[in-house]
T-cell receptor, first 113, second 116 residues
Framework: GAVVSQHPSRVICKSGTSVKIECRSL??????MFWYRQFPKQSLMLMAT?????????EQGVEKDKFLINHASLTLSTLTVTSAHPEDSSFYIC?????????FGSGTRLTVV | AQTVTQSQPEMSVQEAETVTLSCTYD???????LFWYKQPPSRQMILVIR??????QNATENRFSVNFQKAAKSFSLKISDSQLGDAAMYFC?????????????FGKGITLSVRP
């Protein structure tokens, strides 16, 4: 079946630095990638939708300059958290449209100290 | 805008028993998809079951089945013969039928615990 590989699974960074999260579709072409943020015991909150070769569409309230999304190829989408602060600490999940539905990455736990 | 409501934050079931998780949604579209996703402690999202709105027959996947009531906009999940591995957070989700970029709208989720 369709697999989305998400890395890193965990990252700890210092406040003010940037962190990049990668999602790769391993056996299919992901023309559309969705990026979510999830707090403990809460639902997935859609941050942005990216399409290969075009600018991402951000949900209301999501800072596009802080959460940079790049979808330069059909198999790779990246989320960069710029100038990270402790309030950016969260669980980030990517999801790609695939045949039959959606395939999710395994998530990245970001801790900003 | 579409909304998905899961009003029960937590439920508990005895192992081998049956449990039903509730979900309602609101939409003005006539064609759409509905999903139940499971998120175990690993936090990997796993598709449990999916239903196309144009299909009258309720979807089933082994021990998992849905009760889809289109007029009532209700989409409940029944788990039969509950197992310890079913303990997880469960999300109901909606997706519109049209639009290549159609995104999933999730409910708040319900935490299911299974008592041995």
């Amino acid at each position: 079946g369709a697999v989305v590989s998400q890395h890193p699974s965990r990252v700890i960074c210092k406040s003010g630095t940037s962190v990049k999260i990668e999602c790769r579709s391993l056996d299919f072409q992901a023309t559309t990638m969705f990026w979510y943020r999830q707090f403990p015991k809460q639902s997935l909150m859609l941050m942005a939708t990216s399409n290969e070769g075009s600018k991402a569409t951000y949900e209301q309230g999501v800072e596009k300059d802080k959460f940079l999304i790049n979808h330069a190829s059909l198999t790779l989408s990246t989320l960069t958290v710029t100038s990270a602060h402790p309030e950016d600490s969260s669980f980030y999940i990517c999801s790609a449209r695939s045949l039959g539905g959606y395939t999710f990455g395994s998530g990245t736990r970001l801790t900003v100290v | 805008a579409q909304t998905v409501t899961q009003s029960q934050p937590e439920m508990s079931v005895q192992e081998a028993e049956t449990v039903t998780l509730s979900c309602t949604y609101d939409t003005s579209e006539s064609d759409y998809y509905l999903f139940w996703y499971k998120q175990p402690p690993s936090r990997q999202m796993i598709l449990v079951i999916r239903q196309e709105a144009y299909k009258q027959q309720n979807a089933t996947e082994n021990r998992f089945s849905v009760n889809f009531q289109k007029a009532a906009k209700s989409f409940s999940l029944k788990i039969s013969d509950s197992q310890l591995g079913d303990a997880a957070m469960y999300f109901c989700a909606y997706r519109g039928y049209t639009g290549a970029n159609s995104k999933l709208t999730f409910g708040k989720g319900i935490t299911l615990s299974v008592r041995p």
